[in-house]
């Protein structure tokens, strides 16, 4: 059975999947043709104008879903603009956390665009983060690192090796050598985080970096976010704390907090690196930040 007037946005990042972003998005383009579907490209040469092409088509009430062919990154540039119609993903990013929650096949075009033809009429409303910092206010699909993770976020996006998550490890190596901890004083309506932390994370999702699972028991479906700190240690201690994470198996060092909550402030150090907050992978601004959570403020077909 075809579906009648269902029309598609279908936002690019030409340079996903290894480059192999517009390929993968033409055959996402024959296979929703195919189902019947309308489809719009929307596809451009910078992040600015890829935006400013997003919110038009949102304004012109010419379609009635986007359908994201990228990653982490693009869906955290897509998301604020505030789309009030359902995202559906086809994932061909590096990192892909966002879609690993939400258990959305990867690498698998076909089954990525059949769970979004499935659940057009039921699409899932999931949680983001507001954040609002120095620079103004982000919204945030996935987490909001500052501390080493911020680092490490930041020594990734330069690596322009086409190695994949990878990216992320060979990062969390190099950042070894450059990261001290910081001091950070971040509060929720039950703990305060005080002291010089590692990493310090508020997520809806379980895993950062590709796939790492800070805080297996998170979800992005009940309206409160996690709070993930890591006191400060030797090198030689961080090195011997990777494999746990890996392994998700940290949850019983005593350097390791995990805390629910639904209203958070992080304030860090002033000259520190580590001021710079990242949201879902991409730089968003500076401390001091005041985290809240939007209950099913973005609708997702999967």
Not at 70 to 99: A, M, Q, R
Not at 202 to 231: C, M
Request: charged share 20%; net charge positive.
């Amino acid at each position: 059975m075809h579906p009648h007037h269902r029309r598609i946005g279908l936002v690019v990042n030409p340079d996903s999947a290894a480059g192999r972003g517009r390929s993968v998005a033409s055959t996402a383009v024959r296979e929703f043709e195919r189902l019947g579907y309308e489809i719009t490209v929307i596809s451009e040469a910078t992040a600015s104008a890829g935006r400013s092409a997003v919110r038009k088509a949102l304004d012109s009430d010419t379609i009635d879903a986007l359908v994201l062919v990228g990653g982490d990154g693009l869906l955290h540039s897509v998301i604020n603009e505030k789309p009030t119609i359902p995202i559906g993903i086809v994932p061909t990013g590096s990192g892909n956390d966002f879609v690993r929650s939400l258990g959305i096949p990867l690498r698998k075009v076909d089954q990525a665009i059949s769970r979004i033809n499935e659940s057009w009429a039921t699409p899932r409303p999931v949680d983001l983060l507001n954040v609002q910092h120095r620079g103004g206010s982000t919204r945030i699909a996935g987490a909001l690192s500052v501390g080493y993770d911020a680092v490490i976020n930041r020594i990734a996006n330069g690596i322009k090796l086409r190695v994949g998550p990878f990216k992320y490890q060979i990062a969390v190596i190099l950042a070894l050598f450059r990261f001290r901890p910081v001091d950070i004083l971040g509060r929720n309506a039950d703990h305060v985080f005080v002291g010089k932390k590692l990493l310090f994370s508020v997520t809806l999702i379980p895993t950062i970096g590709g796939g790492i699972r800070i805080v297996p028991e998170a979800t992005n479906t009940e309206g409160r976010f996690r709070i993930f700190a890591v006191d400060a240690m030797p090198a030689w201690k961080v090195i011997s704390l990777l494999p746990k994470l890996i392994a998700a198996t940290h949850g019983s060092r005593p350097e390791v907090h995990i805390e629910p909550g639904t209203h958070a402030t992080i304030d860090v150090a002033e000259g520190h690196e580590a001021q710079m907050g990242y949201g879902d992978g991409e730089h968003i601004g500076f401390s001091p930040f005041d985290v809240t959570v939007l209950p099913g403020a973005l609708h997702v077909l999967c």
